[in-house]
C-alpha cells in the first residue's frame, strides 16, 4: 500500500501544476480528518461560523439558518408574535421575506405564481408589500428593495436550504471531506466527458486545430480514463450509497464505449424467466450488440471470456468465441491453453468439448503433414485428458472427444494411447469409459475394420492374433472381478467381431458356475454374466435343455430383478431362427 | 490396484434365518418384514466381487442410500401394505409451478435452457393431471421471445436456435395448445433452418457450427413430424444433391445404426459408449422414420440392445442406470425405461409376427446399406421385458423429495429439480401403461409411423404395488406428451395449405 500512497501523492502534485484536478486522484477519505484544515480544501474557503468548535454540520447549518434571517431570529427572540416588533423591525421582516421569495423565484415567473406571504402581517404597510409581492407594480416593488438595502439583509445566505438527509448527522469536519469528494467527482466527470468527446472525434476522423493533426486517444488516456471511471464510481457507492445506479464493469469502461448494449426485456407472464445478476445481464447486453455487428476483436474475446466465467452452459458465447479466434487467427494451442484451465474448473460442462473439438478441426490441417508435430500434439492432449480423467474417470464428453481424436490424429496404433487405457482399467476394472474406448481403438482401427461393419457384426478384416490378444486380456480381467459386466461385453464383443464361436469361451465361462441345477446347496454362481454366456453357448450347441435351465435359474435365483428379460430369452430358445 | 475386501454396505446387513439374530437386527428389520416387500428389494444381490474399485465403492454407496427408503425404515414417510408411500401430487405440482416463475439469480446457469424447463414443468404438471392451458398465454409471448426470424428457438432471446431448445418449445407449444400457440411457429423458417443442420451423412447438427449428435436426428425427427414440415431440402443446405429423393429424413436411420455399439446400446455419435439418453433418442427417432416393427430390428441388433438395456435394472435398487457399471438414476426411467414399450412394439404381439423387413416406402430404407442384417425371428414379449415393480418402487421409494420442497430426484440425497421430475414421472407412466401398435400395412405410406396409432391401457398384470390414485397420465411413447396433444398439433398442420 505505501507505494500506492506515494505515487497517488506525486500524480496530485503534478496535478496541481497543470491545474488539471480532474486527473488527480480523489480525496482519500480514509486519511486523517485533520488535513482538511491544512488550507489546500475547498471546504477551508466556506464562509466560517461564529461557532468554528460546532460538531455538527446540522448544528453549524442551522446556526448560518439564524444568521441569514436576523428578523426571523429577532422575531423569536421577543415571543414570536410580530406586535412585539417595532414597526420598523416589522417592515424590515417582512422586506426581507418578499424579498428573499422575489429572489428565489425564477426569473421569467409569471408573478401571479409566486406564493401569498405569510397571511398574519397585521400593518397596513404589510399588506401594501403583500400587494406588490402578488404582482404589484413596479413602484412597490422597489419600496421593497429600499428596505432590504437599507437593513443590509443577507438574502444570497438565505437562499441555502438547511441540511437535510445522509449529511445531517455528520460533523463539520467529515462535511468539508464529503465536499471536497464531491468536487473532485464533478471535476472527473467533466474530464470524463473530455475523453469521450475527444474519443468521438476520433471516430470521425477530425484534426486538432492547432496542429492538424489527427485526433488520436491514446493508450495511456485509455488508461488513464478507466481508471478514473473505476474512482468516479467507487466514490458515487461512498458518497450516496448503494442505491444509486452503479454503471456496470463495462459501461465503466472506455474500450467500449462506442457500444450501444442490447436490453432485453422479458415479455409479459415470461415463464422461468431469471432474475439475472447485474454484471451477467449487462454482459449478455453487450454480447448482443457485438454479435449483431458482428465484430470479431480481442474485446469480444474477453467479453466471451467474462461471460463464460459467468454461465459455461451457454453454447451460444462458446461459438461467438471459436468464430472470434478463428477470425483473429489466433494460435490454437494458446486457446488449448486457456481451455484446458476452464475444463478442469468446470467438469461436467460439454460445450467446452465442441468448442475443443473445433479448435482441433481448425488446428489440424496446420500441422497434418508433420508427423513429429503430430505426435506432440496427441503426446500434450493426452496429459491433458489424463489430468481430467483423473477428476472425472467416466465423463462421457471427454471420452466422446478421446475417440474422435484418436481417430482425427490416427492415434489407433499409438502403443501410448493403448498404455494410457490400460492404466485406467488397471485403476478401476470397471471402469466401462475404458472398456469401450479399447474397443473402439482395436476394432475401429482402420488398419483392419472393415468400413461399414456394425459394432456388433463379425468383421473379415480382423486379424486372429488381435482377436487372440483382445480375449486373452479380457478373460485376465475377468479373473480379478468376475461379476464386472464390462470385461463379459468385452469379451463377447471380441468373439463376435473375430466371427467365433461362442463356445470357444466355454471351459472358461463354465469355471464361475458350479452344479447348475443341483440343489441350493450344490449351485454355486460366482458370474450371472458367465451364466448369461453359458446359456447362448448351449443354444449355440443346440444343446437347448442346458440353455433353458441357466435361463430360468437366472431369473429364480441369480439375477431376479431381470426375471422377464430371461424368460423372453427362454421363449427365443423355442423360435426357429 | 486395490485388493481389500469388499463388506457389505452399512445398511445392508441381511438377517440370514441360520444365524443367531441378535435384538438389534430384528427390530432393524421388523419393519420391513410387516410389510409385503420382497426381498429381492432389501437385500444385496445373491453374486458380489470381493474386489474394491471406485466403481464398486460408489455402488455400494449407492445401494446404502437407498435401502432404507426401500425397506420402508423412513418414520417420516406413510408406505402402503407393499411398503410403497403414496406419489405426493400436491408438493410436486407446487414444485414445478414454483419453477415456471421467477427464478433467482443462481439460475443463471440455466439461461441457455430456459425452454427445457417450460417443457419439463409442463409436461410433468399433465402428467400429474393438472391442466396448463391456463398457461397458453405466457407460454406462447415466452416461446415468442425466443424465435429467431432465421427459424428455429434459442434458449432465450437472442440466443442461436439450437435443435433441443426447439424441440422443447414445439412441445411446450403442443402442451398448452390452441391456434394461438401453433401459430407462434414459423414453420417456414424453421424447414430452412433444419436443412441448414442437415448434414451429409445423415444426421443433424444440434445448432449451426454445433456437434453432430443422435439427440439431433431425434429432436428433428420429432420437430418436423409434429409440425408437418416438408422434406424437400433446400439448396443451402450442407446435405443437398441436387437428386431430389434425398430429403431430410435421408440416411437418418443409417446414422442411428452407426451409434449402436459392441455392447448393444447406442452412443451419442459414432464410437462412443453406450448410453441411456441415446438409445431412447435412437428409437424415437427411427419409431418416427417407419414402423417399429419394421424399422427398429432393419437397422439395429435388436436382441443385443435388449440385453443392453434389461442389464440397466439392478437389485435392490429397482431402478434403471444409463452406462454399464454406472449408477441408477431417476432420470432412466424414462431415457431406458421409455424404451421398452419401443421395443416391445417392435417385437409384436405373437398374433402378428414381424419379420423386420423394410417396405420399400420407408424414406429412410432407401439408401440404407444394412438390409443385409439377418432377420431373426424374435419372439414377442408377452410379459414385460423389465420389472415394473422394481422400477416403480425406486420411483416412489427414492425419487420423492419427501420435504416440503416436493419434485423428483436422481436418488436419494440429491435435490430434486425440473428435469428429474418430469423425467421421472415420464418413467412412471410407462411402467403403469402398456402400449399397443397397429400393425403395420404392406403398403406403408412414406408418412412411416409418424401416424401409427398407438393404443394405450393401464399396466395390469401381476401384483399392483401402487394406489390407483397415483397412477399418472398416459403419454405418447415417441413424443412423451400425451397423445391427443400430439393429434390436434399434427392436425392443425395438415389442414393447412403450404406454409
Same mark, same amino acid.
Given at each position: ?23 488527480? $486522484? ?406 466401462? $469409459? ?9 476394432? $475401429? ?133 | ?9 452399512a445398511a445392508a446387513r441381511?438377517p ?8 438389534e437386527e430384528i427390530v432393524f428389520d421388523r419393519r420391513s418384514l410387516r410389510l409385503m416387500i420382497p426381498d429381492l428389494f432389501t437385500q ?18 449407492t445401494v446404502s442410500v437407498c435401502l432404507p427408503s426401500l425397506s420402508g425404515e423412513d418414520e417420516s414417510v406413510e408406505y402402503n401394505g407393499h411398503g410403497v408411500p403414496g406419489l405426493s401430487r400436491e408438493r410436486h405440482v407446487n414444485f414445478l409451478r414454483k ?25 410433468a404438471l399433465?402428467m400429474l393431471g393438472e ?184 437389485a435392490p435398487e429397482g431402478g ?8 441408477v438414476?431417476g432420470?432412466?426411467s ?32 432407401? $439408401? ?19 420389472s415394473r415393480e422394481g422400477l416403480i418402487r425406486y420411483i416412489l421409494c427414492c425419487c420423492q423429495d419427501q420435504s416440503r420442497r416436493g419434485g423428483l430426484r436422481d436418488k436419494p440425497g440429491k435435490n430434486s429439480d425440473?428435469?428429474h421430475t418430469n423425467y421421472v414421472l415420464s418413467g412412471l407412466s410407462?411402467a403403469q401403461h ?24 393401464p399396466y395390469l398384470?401381476g401384483v399392483q404395488i401402487f394406489d390407483n390414485k397415483d397412477r399418472v397420465r ?26
Amino acid at each position: 500500500m505505501p507505494s500506492k500512497r506515494k505515487a497517488v501523492a506525486s500524480k496530485k502534485i503534478k496535478a496541481t501544476e497543470n491545474s488539471d484536478p480532474s486527473s488527480a $486522484s480523489p480525496p482519500n477519505s480514509d486519511r486523517d480528518t485533520a488535513s482538511t484544515s491544512t488550507g489546500t480544501t475547498p471546504a477551508a474557503a466556506l464562509p466560517s461560523t461564529n461557532n468554528g468548535n460546532t460538531d455538527s454540520i446540522l448544528d453549524r447549518s442551522k446556526a448560518r439558518f439564524a444568521l441569514a434571517r436576523p428578523y426571523d431570529t429577532l422575531l423569536q427572540q421577543k415571543g414570536g408574535a410580530l406586535s412585539a416588533l417595532t414597526p420598523a423591525e416589522q417592515s424590515a421582516w417582512l422586506s426581507a421575506r418578499i424579498a428573499s421569495r422575489l429572489a428565489r423565484r425564477p426569473v421569467f415567473a409569471s408573478s401571479t405564481a409566486a406564493s401569498p406571504p405569510s397571511s398574519n402581517s397585521g400593518s397596513s404597510f404589510g399588506r401594501d408589500l403583500r400587494g406588490a409581492a402578488c404582482g404589484g407594480g413596479p413602484k412597490t416593488l422597489k419600496e421593497v428593495w429600499r428596505t432590504v438595502n437599507e437593513a443590509s439583509l443577507p438574502l444570497r445566505a438565505a437562499a441555502v436550504p438547511l441540511v437535510k438527509g445522509l449529511e445531517e448527522g455528520i460533523s463539520v469536519k467529515e462535511f468539508e471531506a464529503r465536499w471536497e469528494r464531491k468536487v473532485w467527482l464533478t471535476c472527473s466527470d467533466v474530464a470524463s466527458r473530455c475523453f469521450k468527446e475527444k474519443r468521438e472525434r476520433e471516430r470521425r476522423g477530425e484534426r486538432e486545430e492547432k496542429t492538424g493533426e489527427r485526433v488520436i486517444v491514446t493508450g495511456q488516456e485509455i488508461f488513464e480514463e478507466t481508471g478514473r471511471r473505476q474512482q468516479m464510481a467507487a466514490l458515487r457507492t461512498e458518497l450516496y450509497g448503494g442505491g444509486v445506479r452503479k454503471d456496470g464493469k463495462l459501461a465503466a469502461d472506455p474500450e467500449w464505449d462506442d457500444v450501444v448494449p442490447v436490453v432485453l426485456e422479458e415479455p409479459e407472464g415470461a415463464l422461468a424467466a431469471i432474475a439475472y445478476p447485474p454484471e451477467y445481464a449487462e454482459a449478455m447486453s453487450y454480447l448482443r450488440a457485438v454479435m449483431q455487428a458482428k465484430e470479431h476483436s480481442p474485446r469480444c474475446l474477453r467479453l466471451t471470456e467474462h461471460i463464460i466465467g459467468m454461465n459455461p452452459a451457454h453454447y451460444t458465447v462458446w461459438l461467438y468465441r471459436a468464430a472470434n479466434v478463428f477470425a483473429l487467427k489466433l494460435p490454437i494451442l494458446d486457446e488449448i491453453a486457456w481451455l484446458n484451465e476452464v475444463a478442469l474448473e468446470n467438469l461436467k460442462n460439454y460445450q467446452i468439448w465442441h468448442h475443443r473439438h473445433l479448435l482441433v478441426e481448425n488446428y489440424f490441417p496446420t500441422i497434418a503433414s508433420d508427423p513429429a508435430a503430430i505426435s506432440a500434439f496427441a503426446a500434450s492432449e493426452r496429459e491433458f485428458l489424463r489430468q481430467i480423467l483423473a477428476e472425472d474417470t467416466k465423463n462421457y464428453h471427454v471420452w466422446s472427444y478421446r475417440s474422435y481424436l484418436v481417430g482425427k490424429l490416427g492415434q489407433f496404433d499409438s502403443a501410448e494411447e493403448l498404455q494410457a487405457i490400460e492404466a485406467m482399467i488397471d485403476e478401476d476394472v470397471r471402469n466401462n $469409459s475404458a472398456w469401450s474406448h479399447r474397443f473402439f481403438l482395436v476394432f $475401429s482401427n482402420p488398419e483392419h475394420a472393415t468400413p461399414g461393419v456394425a459394432a456388433t457384426e463379425p468383421d473379415p478384416k480382423v486379424p486372429q492374433a488381435v482377436v487372440d490378444r483382445e480375449v486373452d486380456y479380457a478373460k485376465g480381467k475377468i479373473l480379478l472381478a468376475p461379476q464386472n459386466q464390462s470385461g463379459w461385453n468385452y469379451l463377447r464383443g471380441a468373439l463376435v467381431k473375430g466371427g467365433r464361436k461362442l463356445g470357444t469361451v466355454e471351459e472358461f465361462a463354465s469355471g464361475f458356475v458350479k452344479g447348475l441345477g443341483q440343489g441350493e446347496e450344490g449351485e454355486q454362481v460366482q458370474s450371472t454374466h458367465a451364466l448369461d454366456l453359458l446359456a447362448e453357448i448351449y443354444a449355440e450347441k443346440g444343446d437347448k435343455e442346458k440353455a433353458d435351465l441357466s435361463l430360468r435359474r437366472l431369473g429364480q435365483k441369480w439375477d431376479r430383478i431381470r426375471v422377464g428379460y430371461w424368460e423372453w430369452r427362454r421363449k427365443c430358445l423355442e423360435t426357429p431362427a | 490396484m486395490a485388493n481389500r475386501q469388499r463388506p457389505p454396505p452399512a445398511a445392508a446387513r441381511q438377517p440370514s434365518p441360520d444365524s443367531d439374530l441378535v435384538d438389534e437386527e430384528i427390530v432393524f428389520d421388523r419393519r420391513s418384514l410387516r410389510l409385503m416387500i420382497p426381498d429381492l428389494f432389501t437385500q444385496l444381490p445373491p453374486v458380489r466381487d470381493a474386489l474394491v474399485t471406485e466403481t464398486s465403492r460408489v455402488q455400494d454407496e449407492t445401494v446404502s442410500v437407498c435401502l432404507p427408503s426401500l425397506s420402508g425404515e423412513d418414520e417420516s414417510v406413510e408406505y402402503n401394505g407393499h411398503g410403497v408411500p403414496g406419489l405426493s401430487r400436491e408438493r410436486h405440482v407446487n414444485f414445478l409451478r414454483k419453477s415456471l416463475g421467477k427464478l433467482p439469480g443462481a439460475y443463471v446457469a440455466a439461461d441457455a435452457s430456459r425452454p427445457w424447463y417450460l417443457y419439463w414443468c409442463l409436461s410433468a404438471l399433465t402428467m400429474l393431471g393438472e391442466d396448463v392451458t391456463s398457461y397458453r398465454e405466457s407460454v406462447v409471448a415466452t416461446a415468442r421471445s425466443m424465435q429467431n426470424d432465421s427459424g428455429g428457438f434459442g434458449g432465450g432471446g437472442r440466443q442461436l436456435s439450437h435443435m433441443a431448445t426447439t424441440y422443447a418449445v414445439v412441445l411446450a407449444l403442443a402442451l398448452v395448445g390452441g391456434d394461438e400457440a401453433y401459430e407462434v411457429v414459423d414453420r417456414k423458417a424453421m424447414w430452412r433452418w433444419l436443412c441448414s443442420l442437415k448434414q451429409p451423412d445423415g444426421g443433424f447438427q444440434v445448432c449451426l457450427g454445433g456437434e453432430e449428435d443422435i439427440r439431433g436426428a431425434y429432436c428433428a425427427a420429432v420437430i418436423v413430424t409434429l409440425l408437418r414440415l416438408p422434406l424437400d431440402l433446400t439448396p443451402e443446405s450442407p446435405a443437398w444433391t441436387g437428386d431430389s429423393s434425398v430429403n431430410l429424413l435421408t440416411g437418418v436411420a443409417d446414422y442411428v445404426r452407426r451409434c449402436q455399439t459392441f455392447e448393444g446400446g447406442i452412443s451419442g455419435q459414432p464410437n462412443a459408449e453406450a448410453h441411456g439418453a441415446y438409445a431412447f433418442c435412437a428409437l424415437g427417432c427411427l419409431a418416427l422414420l417407419g414402423h417399429p416393427a419394421r424399422i427398429i430390428p432393419s437397422y439395429l441388433d435388436v436382441p443385443r440392445l435388449i440385453a443392453w438395456l434389461s442389464s440397466r435394472q439392478y437389485a435392490p435398487e429397482g431402478g434403471l442406470s444409463g452406462r454399464t457399471n454406472k449408477l441408477v438414476d431417476g432420470c432412466y426411467s424414462h431415457w431406458v425405461g421409455g424404451c421398452f414399450p419401443l421395443i416391445e412394439a417392435c417385437l409384436g404381439t405373437s398374433s402378428s409376427r414381424i419379420t423386420g423387413d423394410v417396405a420399400v416406402g420407408d424414406p429412410a430404407a432407401t $439408401s440404407s446399406t444394412s438390409t443385409t442384417r439377418s432377420k431373426a425371428r424374435l419372439p414377442p414379449a408377452e410379459e414385460s421385458l423389465f420389472s415394473r415393480e422394481g422400477l416403480i418402487r425406486y420411483i416412489l421409494c427414492c425419487c420423492q423429495d419427501q420435504s416440503r420442497r416436493g419434485g423428483l430426484r436422481d436418488k436419494p440425497g440429491k435435490n430434486s429439480d425440473p428435469y428429474h421430475t418430469n423425467y421421472v414421472l415420464s418413467g412412471l407412466s410407462s411402467a403403469q401403461h402398456q402400449w399397443e401398435l397397429d400393425e403395420p400395412e404392406e403398403t406403408a405410406a412414406s408418412e412411416g409411423a409418424a401416424d401409427a396409432v398407438w393404443a394405450v391401457l393401464p399396466y395390469l398384470d401381476g401384483v399392483q404395488i401402487f394406489d390407483n390414485k397415483d397412477r399418472v397420465r398416459p403419454i405418447h411413447p415417441v413424443y412423451a406428451i400425451p397423445q391427443q396433444n400430439v393429434r390436434a398439433m399434427k392436425e392443425y398442420f395438415q389442414q393447412k395449405q403450404g406454409f
